[in-house]
């Protein structure tokens, strides 16, 4: 089904057209208001308002409200945004930047920081409708080019809204000369164990000229690595695990959500280092056209896989905690033993901060190995894509 067949107004950024309207109403939103004091000085709030309301487009918010926020939040929760492989950015080139995922929210943030940085063009970004809690949430994020997944729908709407996603993204690189991203799967992976999940890839291919591959080929899928040094979720991640340990049904509220943003946007990260690497076309053209796309799909997350793995920036608390779970001290030249015992120590801080009645040992042993495997993992996947095994 061609593009030009689909409304995408339901899902797209808004249109300048509408920006000042839409801002007038956010400004005005109780929500906006207790998150603007959580991160700002109460005397410099009147200003940004007015800022706002002068602004009458995406480009401009961006670059003077976005980027000096992003820049402020930089400062004083990371170690500093580093980006790798600016080489392989052909600037008459627009791009569909599949990524790990690890923060909710400042992944994609802070990949267009870096790009802000370097004066490239920003992304429009993929955002599930799951964390669109509230309508004043749906209103910032479509201001500051954001589109709509829909999620949590039936089966029969569900496949409409995956084709009509699909047209979008298409139209995007195609028509609006607009890049966008995406991340490999639907949520961050809890064990930080990144896969590119095959049904993203088919909801990709589903609109376009020609076969599977051709499809892909159309919008230029480029493998985007994402590290952080520490996730400063990861102790709520341990807990999620227990809970799920413990009742195999158990769910997370929105409360949950929220709290998971609020912690990821505003706790200290360390470095935050993004590798991009090239395009995958040429390679998408070795391996050739399948009768299947089930295979295709396959064969495509593999490499994205790969290109992910291999770019992975790996910091001492990784190799720290490979050797840890692992008992072994193949690593112990990538760190002193003064910063073994400091990760050591950060880790049953982390852990300690598990708000849980009646942790027994045993469940604070598999906490800690949760914890283990999570900052573990990306070390033994780059292993594995540069090496071919780490055992």
């Known amino acids: 089904m061609s593009q030009q067949q689909y409304d995408f107004s339901d899902i797209a950024p808004y249109p300048d057209s509408e920006f000042h309207a839409r801002m007038e109403k956010l400004v005005k939103e109780p929500g906006f208001h207790h998150v603007i004091n959580y991160t700002m000085p109460a005397e410099d709030i009147p200003a940004l308002f007015e800022e706002l309301l002068k602004i009458d487009n ?8 976005m980027f000096p926020f992003l820049e402020m939040l930089a400062k004083t929760t990371t170690s500093g ?47 599930g ?72 890839l088919k909801m990709l291919a589903m609109d376009g000229e020609g076969s599977f591959i051709e499809k892909l080929k159309e919008i230029n899928l480029m493998p985007v690595s994402i590290s952080y040094e520490y996730d400063p979720n990861d ?17 997370k509220s929105q409360r949950d959500d929220l709290f998971s943003m609020e912690t990821g946007l505003l706790q200290f990260k360390g470095k935050v280092h993004f590798q991009l690497t090239p395009r995958i076309n040429s390679k998408l053209d070795e391996i050739g056209e399948f009768k ?33 779970l692992h008992s072994t001290d193949r690593f112990t030249g990538k760190y002193t033993p003064e910063k073994r015992e400091e990760v050591i120590g950060y880790f049953n801080s982390q852990l300690d901060k598990v708000d849980l009645d009646d942790i027994t040992p045993e469940e604070r042993e598999y906490m800690w190995h949760i ?18 095994g780490v055992e």
Request: charged share 25%; hydrophobic share 40%; aromatic share 10%.
């Open 292 to 324: 299947d796309n089930n295979k295709a799909a396959h064969h495509v997350g593999c490499l994205i896989d790969q290109a992910i793995h291999r770019s992975y920036e790996i910091f001492e608390i990784n190799y720290v905690a490979f050797d840890t």
């Open 129 to 200: 409708n799951n964390l669109l809690i509230f309508d004043w949430i749906t209103d910032l994020v479509r201001l500051n080019k954001s589109f709509i997944v829909k999620r949590n729908t039936g089966l029969r709407e569900g496949l409409e809204a995956a084709k009509k996603l699909s047209a979008y993204i298409h139209h995007c690189i195609l028509e609006k000369h607009e890049s966008v991203w995406i991340a490999q799967r639907e949520g961050r992976s809890k064990d930080s164990s990144d896969k590119t999940q095959e049904s993203l």
């Open 58 to 65: 995406k480009y401009d918010f961006q670059h003077q409200v």
């Open 81 to 127: 945004i580093t980006l790798g492989g600016v080489k392989y950015l052909n600037p008459s080139t627009n791009y569909t930047y599949i990524t790990n995922h690890r923060d909710i929210v400042l992944d994609t943030s802070f990949l267009n920081l870096a790009f802000l940085r370097r004066g490239f063009p920003t992304s429009e970004v993929a955002i």
């Open 235 to 251: 102790y709520l991640k341990a807990r999620e695990f227990l809970l799920k340990k413990r009742d195999p049904e158990f769910k």
């Open 371 to 388: 914890m283990l495997t999570m900052y573990a993992n990306p070390l033994k996947n780059k292993l594995k894509a540069l090496l071919g």
